[in-house]
Nanobody, 123 residues
Framework: QVQLVESGGGLVQAGGYLRLSCVSS????????VGWFRQGPGKGREFVAG????????SYADSAKGRFTNSRDNAKAMVYLQMNSLKPEDTAVYYC????????????????WGQGTQVTVSS
């Protein structure tokens, strides 16, 4: 069974930065679009960012534009989310997701999900 594993979360002060990583147990991350989602305390899951299969195209939620950068290294089968200028409202569990599609938008049919990594931003 293919698994995704996120890492890089932690506690950071407002204005700080973190880089999340996502790795797959198989090669799936090399071939499909990948999305990042988050779920904050008492909130539903929301799309944060997506990256195309080749890494040349990205999409971002308005809340992430200008602060977050989504990238990938297909040789290593890894995807990254660089998060700068973090705000307390960015506090959430962050998940990476992929599937059998080149789509990387919020509506992509992602069907493989990681367990998430906690990001906490203190004020």
């Amino acid at each position: 069974q293919v698994q995704l594993v996120e890492s890089g979360g932690g506690l950071v002060q407002a204005g700080g930065y973190l880089r999340l990583s996502c790795v797959s147990s198989g090669r799936i991350l090399r071939y499909y679009g990948v999305g990042w989602f988050r779920q904050g305390p008492g909130k539903g899951r929301e799309f944060v960012a997506g990256v195309s299969r080749g890494g040349e195209k990205t999409s971002y939620a308005d809340s992430a534009k200008g602060r977050f950068t989504n990238s990938r290294d297909n040789a290593k089968a890894m995807v990254y989310l660089q998060m700068n200028s973090l705000k307390p409202e960015d506090t959430a569990v962050y998940y990476c997701a992929t599937g059998s599609s080149s789509d990387y938008s919020a509506d992509a049919p992602f069907n493989v999900w990681g367990q998430g990594t906690q990001v906490t931003v203190s004020s």
